[in-house]
């Protein structure tokens, strides 16, 4: 066993903080370069569109200025080492805290109602964040964040697919699910897709899938063919940048996948726009 | 692009066809979510709205705040389909012209072609560059919305693209 660290959850606090104005103000390098590639094939709409975005992305860092009027809801994929200790308070609450300073500070959007059903009340901090926590082997804190817009989380699906579905059937349900999302999600997307576990777990696994790096690749080569084959056979649907028509529907189709019961394959698909927000704070 | 003063003439209003790129100038209300269910409801109780729909135009956005002396802060368009369910109404009453994104229903395409009205589309995530757009903004009701309240703007050169024309052609239909 290793010797127990002790850390102050105010620590987090100023770290999340930071992370939501540079999710918010600072376009991916990575989604950057997939645009300036994508332009290359563009008709002229498309281009100037793509075009359009690419400069946006230049105002929002130099004028700091938000990427999106819609500033996301906060998930958080916290890791905690099983070697850490908190001190000074909640864990939770300091996260929250994080969040409410950056939404407040950076004069993000509060886009977050507390009854989802009746009263539909806006909380004014963007609080809750979602957080989903799990325990690892270490004594460090790992936190992924992401501010994720529901423009394209309303387009997102699952499905409870059969073992005799087989690949067929998942690129038949993430191409139903990207028609379905049409020009609704603004595109060009970043397509997350979670195969295998449970029901929730396949959720899990394709917003996650969000949070790789788009020059990287599934690990499994057969996953990282079919990665390329869906981004393929996405972009022949012509839906195209903003849905105006074009061969960039998708920038990149990113797969998760996990053991999952003999009797099934869960398959979810978690649409995201081209303003893919994550960043990653480490204690 | 075409530069184009609001309110249109009707002349301008048969000219515009679904595709076309458009540079919008003129005074555009802000309007999603809650506020459509607000004026909903104003409308079938008989109240008086907080401003005046005739010949309006409505912009779906729900902006981050203003910062150091900007008028606006990040102002793209929101999806329009959620609006949907509230829109034919609005436009029996007077309202001639949306800017938002993404597709409409087809009651909403009906309304459009019986109101000469049109629908306009601009570019999603791109609301950095879109506030350079907004010259001036007041509060003209439900400030409690925050972000979702109804605002008045002058926009100079706002960029779109006719997504509905009033013979109910669709942008995102044609080939």
Do not use: W
């Amino acid at each position: 066993m290793g010797k127990i660290r002790e850390i102050d959850v105010s620590e987090l606090i100023p770290l999340i903080r930071n992370a939501c104005r540079e999710m918010a103000m600072e376009y991916g390098c990575d989604i950057r370069d997939a645009i300036r590639q994508a332009r290359e094939t563009e008709n002229e709409r498309a281009r100037s569109i793509l075009d359009l975005l690419l400069q946006n992305a230049e105002i929002a860092t130099s004028e700091q200025i938000p990427i999106c009027q819609d500033t996301g809801m906060i998930i958080a994929f916290a890791s905690v080492g099983q070697d850490v200790h908190f001190t000074g308070g909640s864990f939770q609450q300091a996260l929250q805290e994080g969040v409410r300073q950056g939404y407040h500070d950076f004069a993000l959007r509060a886009s977050v109602v507390a009854d989802p059903l009746y009263d539909r009340i806006n909380t004014k901090d963007n609080t809750p964040a979602v957080i989903h926590t799990e325990i690892t082997e270490g004594d460090k804190v790992q936190i992924s964040l992401m501010a994720k817009g529901f423009g394209s989380e309303n387009k997102s699906a699952v499905a409870m697919l059969t073992p005799a579905d087989g690949e067929k059937g998942v690129i038949r349900f993430v191409l139903d699910t990207v028609k379905k999302a049409g020009p609704n999600a603004c595109p060009p997307f970043i397509i997350g897709v979670g195969i295998g576990g449970t029901f929730e777990a396949c959720a899990l696994l394709s917003k996650k899938a969000l949070l790789r790096p788009l020059q990287e690749k599934n690990s499994d080569v057969r996953y990282a063919a079919l990665e390329d084959r869906l981004l393929q056979e996405v972009n022949a649907l012509g839906i195209g940048p903003q849905g105006l028509h074009g061969v960039t529907t998708a920038l990149k189709v990113q797969i998760e996948q996990m053991p999952t019961h003999i009797a099934g394959m869960p398959c979810a698909v978690n649409i995201c726009c081209h303003v893919c927000r994550h960043a990653k704070v480490v204690i | 692009m075409k530069k184009l003063t609001l309110p249109l003439s009707m002349e301008e209003r048969r000219g515009l066809r679904a595709g076309e790129g458009v540079l919008l100038s003129g005074t555009v209300y802000t309007a999603r979510d809650a506020a459509h269910k607000r004026l909903h409801e104003m409308i079938l109780n008989g109240e008086e709205l907080p401003f005046d729909l005739h010949e309006a135009c409505i912009y779906y956005v729900g902006p981050t705040p203003a910062t150091q002396g900007r008028p606006i802060g990040s102002a793209g368009p929101t999806t329009s389909s959620r609006m949907d369910p509230y829109t034919p109404e609005l436009i029996h009453h007077g309202l001639r012209y949306m800017i938002g994104k993404g597709r409409r229903s087809e009651e909403v395409k009906e309304a459009i072609r019986q109101y000469d009205a049109i629908y306009f589309v601009t570019v999603g995530g791109a609301g950095a560059l879109l506030s350079h757009c907004v010259k001036k903004r007041r509060m003209v009701a439900f400030e409690d919305l925050l972000a979702e309240a109804v605002t008045e703007l002058y926009v100079e050169d706002f960029p779109c693209y006719v997504g509905i024309d009033r013979y109910g052609n669709d942008i995102y239909d044609e080939e």
